[in-house]
């Protein structure tokens, strides 16, 4: 991301400053006797100089106080005085001279001012980087030269004071440079080649470290602070990956204040404030910007005798405020007060209030939008942050759209770039599609600088990037609902637990025999909690009415642990909609000598009665359902895991029966094992099966059993008379002709084979040292049905032959990788994809030709050049490279 924060720049840099010790003026050092021993420096051409102040009663004719001139030539003098402020000159040749080298004057005479206390105040400071230079070429397109340079410096401000040294001030910065030139041969002018483009902080923060404060300026780093409530208004841990709302920490770069507790701030309180503006691009006025403030606080509470906590109160507070193409969104301000108490031994009671926002902000630009006679798509790349992760949102080339297409383009084809977008400002990319080209409704998605999903450069929904996530809708834009300060939630609690003092002695902590939880929460409907958790956010449209509880009890003196949980819950107004839960499980950790555990659980849910024409409740797990229509069932689940046992290092296996009301059940099974084969060659061999009994699947026919998914892999080593030379032989092979590992937790829906089979080998060779080769070869057999035999192509595809006018069966390639160390510090690597579906070298693997030339110019530097015949950073396009990286 772009980060141009010079301000911040020269602060960090200033304190890096402070940090060295001080040149010239005075210094003192403590003595034994509590004085302080005092060193002036004058540096002068005079043939006399005396130092005089209040010390000396400002004699100027004293060969008391005459200073001496030392080797370098400055005039020096020591003098014992105890600590305290005095006024001092230099009376150089009859003439009354300040101290030049101490900035501080007394005004009026101009005396310098010497201040001489029992602490002093010491640095420590860090520095160390990496600058790049490189030379680049992509497609035989202009030859770039791109330099960046990144320095990160840190340290640390201590004040000493009678010989206690305290941390007073802690920095860190990392500082970054770049200068590039996108054609050297059509340069604009040569000051570009000398000019810098740009110069930023990456990442930075000041730490004023106090008694009861500690006070932090940071820049783009991450804010791991959940609030303290127990709804969690504010949960900034969750990655967004496990939740449908966005994560504040992926909303691109930010400035925060923050203030936590201090050193000597007393141990029943905890304090959390932050004041935080994260924006995509902080240089840019257009990007979206979203000013975040909270504050957490909470007292605990003790027993006056035995210190024993008694319980907490506490508030947390947020304030949120997107700001979207420069339009102020509303101001959403939500807040509650919370706290427990442990009423009588072992009973602690617990409530929470919260004054919420209602209403709904669009924070996206990113769409397909209706504009009469075509669809306009727009992509804003600040959307998707996880896009940095791959390369510079500036760096990206290339976006097209793929989807659902009827006409112009091909239905989800990756390399059908027929609707390619424009980039019509930095970050923005936009195509008009024709009506009758997609339907209102349909999916698609954003491809940047590829043409396959293999590479994982898909953008989907809610900021995905990658293979999985769901699709985008088109026609389906948000329009804001006018936040309103009318909304509520809150929660009250019972917990009753019975201490057990074995098992606290067994793990070394405090450890409870049985324990329940019985609660009650609420929230209203239509809420805006753009940063809670997802218990919150999920429902927040219906809000909810949910009485529930959960227990466990461990009834023997092992570690068998019994639970039991259930819930009831209605709409907070429509309540007689509702759904209700119970869950009954086990799980006993080494239950006999060769199982390392069993687990299991039984519980039932049913939503039948939640289901309205706008909203709808559904299922954490949606993969047990077919599109959502099933509104209940029961599920048994049972899994256990052995001890290594004879030739087995373990069994693992597990079973789950969901019985959908109203629709057909089915029974998921899943076994692993690994083998511990007793024979030297064998390194290891293990696999795993999935296997579902009662659902077909979307692709199988209703009358047919969905076939299993299983995989099996062995690695071999340590090969008689060739083990010097062969270093293993690994092959793996993995069927799954049922599609389970399309439509499941594997996320991988977008291959293309129902069964895989790789193996791959290394040689060396002990006459040449630092050589080797590693050749592997992978095959994949097409899905049936996946393309259509009778479709016209007239040139080669990936699974397709045009002078055999046939599909591949099996599309298999092979893999070399070739490396050497010469004896002088240059290392070669080659990789080479061989396509022996087509019979030439592979047009479809990224990195098909692939060598680097690498040579140490120093301890802390190296050149390499390269070239790569399908860049997978440059839209798999050729490029031929030349770096020069330098460590410090």
């Known amino acids: 991301m772009q980060r141009k924060t010079l301000v911040l720049l020269v602060v960090v840099l200033a304190l890096a400053l402070l940090a060295m010790p001080a040149l010239g003026a005075y210094t003192f050092e403590q003595l034994p006797n509590g004085k302080f021993a005092v060193s002036f420096t004058y540096p002068s051409a005079a043939s006399e100089v005396y130092l005089v102040g209040d010390f000396n009663n400002w004699e100027n004719s004293n060969p008391d106080h005459l200073m001496e001139k030392n080797t370098e030539g400055v005039y020096e003098k020591t003098i014992e005085l105890a600590k305290g402020t005095y006024e001092y000159k230099f009376f150089a040749d009859g003439e009354w001279k300040s101290d030049p080298e101490n900035p501080d004057v007394v005004p009026g005479f101009g005396n310098s001012l010497a201040i001489i206390t029992a602490g002093s105040i010491k ?293 059908d770039k027929h609707f390619a977008m424009e980039e019509v400002e930095e970050g923005i990319w936009e195509v008009k599609v024709p009506k009758d080209a997609i339907d209102e409704g349909k999916g698609y998605k954003f491809i940047f600088d590829g043409d396959s999903w293999a590479i994982g450069h898909e953008c989907g929904q809610n900021g995905h990037v990658g293979s999985g996530g769901s699709d985008l809708i088109v026609g389906q834009t948000a329009e804001d609902i006018p936040i309103k300060q009318n909304g509520q939630a809150y929660l009250a609690e019972v917990n009753y637990r019975i ?54 009890l461990y009834p023997l003196d092992n570690d068998l642990k019994l639970t039991l949980a259930g819930d009831y819950s209605t709409f907070y107004k429509e309540t007689d909609k509702s759904s209700y839960g119970v869950d009954l499980g086990f799980d006993f950790p080494q239950p006999i000598s060769y199982l390392d555990y069993v687990k299991g659980n039984l519980g039932r849910r049913d939503l039948t009665k939640a289901e309205t024409e706008d909203n709808r409740w559904v299922f954490e ?60 060659q064998i390194a290891y061999l293990k696999g795993n099966v999935d296997y579902i009994l009662g659902d077909p699947g979307t692709d199988v026919p209703e009358d ?90 007239d040139k080669d595809a990936k699974f397709y032959v045009a002078d055999e006018k046939a599909f591949i069966d099996w599309y298999t390639f092979m893999k070399f990788t070739a490396g050497y160390e010469f004896n002088f510090g240059l290392r070669a690597d080659l990789t080479l994809i061989y396509d022996l579906s087509h019979h030439e070298i592979s047009q479809y693997e990224d990195d098909a030709i692939k060598v680097e030339l690498t040579q140490a110019v120093s301890d802390y530097s190296s050149l390499k050049a390269s070239y790569n015949a399908k860049h997978p950073d440059h839209s798999s396009n050729e490029c031929i490279s030349l770096k020069l990286q330098t460590l410090f």
Do not use: C
């Open 704 to 793: 047919e059993e969905r076939a299993p998914r299983f995989w099996i892999e062995g690695k071999v080593h340590h090969l008689p008379y060739v083990q010097d030379y062969l270093t293993h032989i690994l092959v793996n092979y993995e069927s799954d002709k049922g599609q389970i590992k399309d439509h499941s937790w594997y996320g991988d829906d977008d291959n293309d084979w129902e069964q895989k089979l790789y193996g791959e080998t290394k040689f060396v060779l002990p006459q040449l040292e630092g050589f080797q080769l590693v050749i592997a070869a992978e095959s994949q057999k097409v899905e049936e049905g996946k393309f259509d035999a009778e479709q016209a192509i």
């Open 621 to 680: 797990k949606q993969d047990l359902l077919n599109e959502n229509e099933v509104r209940a069932y029961n599920r048994v689940f049972l899994e256990g895991k052995s001890k290594p046992l004879s030739w087995f290092n373990y069994v693992l296996g597990n079973v789950e029966f969901i019985d959908k009301i109203k629709d057909t059940g089915y029974v998921k099974l899943f076994g692993e094992t690994e083998l511990l084969i007793p024979v030297d």
């Open 499 to 552: 201490f057990d003092p074995r098992r606290s002695f067994r793990v070394g902590g405090e450890a409870y025999k049985f324990d329940i939880t019985a609660g009650f929460k609420v929230l209203s409907n239509g809420t805006y909690l753009p940063v809670a958790s997802q218990d919150l956010y999920k429902t927040k449209g219906t809000g909810f009415n949910k009485a529930y509880f959960g227990t466990y």
């Open 123 to 415: 640095g420590e400071l860090a520095i160390k980087g990496e600058m790049n230079n490189e030379v680049k070429q992509v497609n035989q397109g202009a030859i770039a030269f791109n330099n960046d340079l990144t320095l990160k410096v840190e340290g640390t401000l201590q004040e000493e004071k009678d010989e206690v040294t305290t941390d007073r001030l802690d920095f860190m910065a990392e500082i970054k440079v770049d200068n590039n030139v996108k054609d050297i041969e059509n340069a604009t002018s040569e000051q570009d080649y000398h000019i810098l483009d740009r110069i930023y902080l990456n990442t930075f923060d000041t730490t004023l470290l106090q008694k009861y404060a500690n006070t932090s300026v940071q820049g783009n780093l991450t804010d791991d602070t959940d609030s303290f409530d127990y709804l969690k208004l504010i949960d900034v841990q969750t990655s967004k990956d496990d939740r449908d709302n966005f994560n504040i920490n992926e909303s691109g770069d930010n400035i925060r204040i923050k203030i936590t507790p201090g050193s000597e701030t007393p141990s029943d309180w905890d304090y959390y404030i932050n004041f935080t503006k994260y924006t995509s691009d902080i240089t840019k006025a257009t990007s979206t910007k979203k000013y975040y403030s909270s504050l957490n606080a909470k007292k605990g509470f003790h027993h006056s005798l035995t210190g024993e906590r008694m319980g907490e109160i506490g508030v947390t507070g947020l304030f949120y405020q997107p700001v979207v193409l420069s339009e102020v969104k509303d101001l959403a301000i939500s807040g509650a007060v919370f706290g427990e108490y442990e009423i009588i031994d072992n009973l602690t009671l617990r409530g929470e209030y919260a004054h919420l926002a209602t209403g709904d902000i669009n924070e996206s630009i990113t769409g397909a939008y209706d504009r009469g006679d075509h669809w306009l798509f727009v992509f804003n790349v600040e959307e998707y942050p996880d896009i940095e992760d791959i390369k510079p949102f500036t760096d990206i080339e290339e976006v097209h759209v793929v989807g659902d297409f009827k006409s112009g383009a091909r239905n989800w084809d990756p390399a």
